[in-house]
């Protein structure tokens, strides 16, 4: 891996550090983006079976 180069100049190490944090961030985004999406498609659904249920006459 290049960060394992002992002979790395520093400003290229900081440049690829840079590179893999601003990436961890832009993941950890998207895959609190992709929980929370799911976390409401499971609510709506919820809902929805719980209107099917009101309409049946099985759920009050």
Known sequence: MAL???????????DY????ISASKKLSTLVINILKLNKLE??????????????????S
Request: charged residues 35%; positive net charge; without cysteine.
């Open 42 to 59: 499971n609510q709506e659904i919820i809902l929805m079976l719980r209107r099917i249920a009101k309409q049946a006459g099985i759920y």
């Open 4 to 14: 394992q180069k002992d002979d790395l100049p520093k400003e290229l190490r900081k």
């Open 17 to 20: 550090t840079d590179t893999i």
